[in-house]
């Protein structure tokens, strides 16, 4: 199967100060990408997505970059917020594949 | 709030018992995904249905069975349950057209089982 990792398992930050949670793939036919942020006792819930034809991609204080070349993936919270606490889950697809494939999650704690 | 929700939030059962977990969609949304999701194996997807039909396969048991609804509310069904059953589990939904899954998916609140 699939093989979607992220280097750190969990992630404490500041208040104020910016995260970076990054993922790992391993399928290099995979083409959209998701990040997910999933709070304790709630299903994941979607944050920001990329497709392959692009390298970054910016939302509400989040950006999402992509590099193909080394199949990264990475994620980043600006400000980050006391509410930013939770898992977030990266996912791959290919344009063609039926499921998306989750890594294990990265658990970020955010310190008043 | 996601729009799509599931029933029952907490079920606690006893080995080798059948229980049935219910998703509802968001409205317009035509697929359905189940996941499963264990403290040691992350988010794991089971099956996804499309418009009633099966639309693709993941690493679902041949105890467990799911089905879409022509109101395209799905359940997930759970039989000769063991204690490593227990677990989240989540439905999501997604317009998905039928080109393919890359589609956002909107996830439920979750049903979390206990098997005793």
């Known amino acids: 199967g699939e093989s979607v990792g992220l280097h750190l398992p969990t992630l404490s930050v500041q208040e104020g100060d910016n995260s970076i949670i990054n993922c790992a793939y391993s399928?290099?036919?995979?083409?959209?990408f998701i990040w997910y942020k999933q709070e304790s006792g709630k299903g994941p819930q979607f944050i920001i997505d990329?497709?392959?034809?692009?390298d970054k991609r910016q939302g509400q204080r989040v950006t999402v970059l992509l590099n193909k070349t080394v199949k990264h993936l990475s994620l980043q919270i600006a400000a980050t917020q006391p509410g930013d606490s939770a898992v977030y889950f990266c996912?791959?697809?290919?344009?063609?594949?039926?499921?998306?494939?989750f890594g294990t999650g990265t658990s970020l704690t955010v310190i008043p | 709030d996601s729009g799509v929700t599931q029933t029952p939030k907490h079920l606690i059962t006893a080995t080798g018992q059948r229980v049935t977990l219910r998703c509802s969609p968001r409205?317009?949304?035509?697929?359905v995904y189940w996941y499963q999701q264990s403290l040691d194996q992350g988010l794991q997807f089971l099956i996804q249905?499309?418009?009633?039909?099966?639309?693709a396969k993941g690493n679902i048991l041949e105890r467990f069975s799911a089905q879409q609804f022509p109101d395209l509310h799905s359940e997930l069904n759970l039989s000769s349950l063991e204690l490593g059953d227990s677990a989240l589990y989540f439905c999501a939904s997604s317009v998905a057209s039928l080109g393919g899954a890359q589609e956002t998916q909107y996830f439920g609140p979750g049903t979390r089982l206990l098997v005793l």
């Open positions: 409205s317009g949304d035509l697929s």
């Open positions: 399928n290099s036919a995979s083409d959209y």
């Open positions: 996912a791959e697809n290919t344009f063609t594949g039926n499921q998306f494939y």
């Open positions: 990329i497709r392959s034809n692009m």
């Open positions: 249905y499309y418009n009633g039909e099966e639309r």
